[in-house]
């Protein structure tokens, strides 16, 4: 018999990340590094108004751009933030995640055959997600040496007259690199130069330890040719309500919802009423659990530099990505002796491209005392190491 698989699917490689924590999820004592996940409960003020949201009955359609309660105060947050302002009835579309907010932007905007850039290491689904859009992923290299900062050069290196968008994650997972002013406005340029559209994924934005944050959305020169993504799931720990939003033109966002209205129809309702609570009254839940990854990251970056393991220092998100490149193992096979060997799970650097060979990213959204068991049985591991 035939399969009836096609060919794109069949191609694509399953999540480095999910395969390898399949084989940690039957093992004991494991000091879990890995899954991008806040370690904090959802703030109870914002789920209590889930809760009441389904207690008043709160569980029918919504319109499929998203509750207008919503919409305007992802509107007024952009705009409090980073002085964006965007039209709440055709700019903003409220989506399940931000995942679906990526896979709608590239399947409105890709024909087969166009290319979208976006650098590498980068978070696993985004060149899966422009292959399933029938487009070519052109990937571009970032470097430890300059803080995984994304420079124009390498990108002129691989436009062509068939690239349609450059995609960028800034703070970024797994490198928790955050752009300089300079990088920031060189990457708009490059943009309108070469006519692109320009897809900023900003779910960890609130999650910058520099406190110099610059939005893409801050640039109204550019406003046109951005479509912004942004979500709930890493800034308000609400991983589990599945609530995302893309802001951008008229055009690309009323494309976008035609696809979000025939595959979706709309986001959870019981998630927007707890997103309008989260973005009106959560600013302190932020900063809480902000600086407590700010005290976790120093401690961990501290550590790993101290027993050989070359660390750069994270701007933002909730990961480090060290260097194992001085015990002369593969990234995958330093990950699983890891674990096999002392029970500590990282994700091997090559789940995130070719250029994260030679890296583990491990994330700190985990509690000091995982941190700190973690941190032991990885330097009794690289000490072994030393010794062979």
């Not at 919503?70 to 964006?84: Q, V």
């Not at 430890?144 to 420079?151: C, V």
Request: aromatic share 10%; hydrophobic share 40%.
């Amino acid at each position: 018999m035939r399969s009836f698989v096609t060919g794109t699917v069949r191609d694509l490689p399953k999540s480095g990340i999910r395969r390898f924590f399949d084989i940690v999820a039957d093992m004991k004592d494991v000091v879990s590094l890995g899954v991008g996940e806040p370690d904090f409960d959802t703030p109870w003020h914002i789920s209590r108004t889930a809760i009441a949201a389904l207690e008043n009955g709160a569980t029918h359609y919504t319109s499929n751009l998203g509750t207008p309660q919503l919409r305007r105060e992802i509107a007024n947050y952009l705009d409090r933030r980073f002085n964006a302002r965007y039209d709440w009835r055709s700019e903003i579309l409220v989506t399940v995640g931000v995942s679906e907010a990526l896979d709608l932007v590239l399947r409105a905007i890709c024909d087969p055959g166009d290319e979208v850039l976006y650098h590498e290491p980068c978070f696993v689904a985004y060149p899966a997600a422009v292959k399933l859009a029938r487009a070519v992923p052109v990937s571009v290299p970032t470097y430890a040496e300059e803080s995984f900062r994304l420079r124009v050069e390498e990108l002129e290196k691989r436009v062509t007259p068939r690239t349609k968008a450059l995609l960028l994650n800034f703070p970024c997972n797994p490198t928790g690199a955050v752009l300089c002013e300079e990088n920031f406005r060189e990457l708009a340029d490059f943009a309108a130069r070469r006519d692109l559209l320009l897809i900023s994924d900003e779910v960890y934005s609130e999650l910058d330890y520099t406190g110099a944050f610059r939005s893409f959305a801050s640039m109204p020169e550019i406003r046109d040719r951005l479509v912004l993504l942004n979500g709930f799931s890493k800034s308000w720990a609400m991983t589990g309500f599945r609530l995302g939003y893309a802001c951008g033109p008229r055009e690309v966002i009323d494309a976008m919802m035609k696809i979000h209205q025939y595959g979706i129809m709309s986001a959870p309702t019981l998630s927007q009423a707890a997103g309008v609570r989260a973005m009106r009254e959560g600013d302190a839940d932020v900063a809480r659990m902000r600086e407590e990854y700010r005290r976790r990251r120093n401690f961990l970056v501290a550590s790993l530099n101290g027993m050989g393991l070359e660390t750069v220092m994270p701007d933002g998100a909730f990961y480090v990505f060290p260097s194992i490149k001085s015990t002369g193992l593969s990234s995958e096979e330093f990950a699983l002796r890891l674990l096999n060997e002392h029970s500590v799970a990282a994700v091997p650097g090559c789940a995130f491209g070719e250029c994260g060979e030679g890296y583990i990213r491990c994330s700190y959204a985990t509690s000091m005392e995982n941190l700190k068991t973690a941190v032991k049985r990885i330097g009794d591991f690289s000490a072994a190491l030393a010794r062979r």
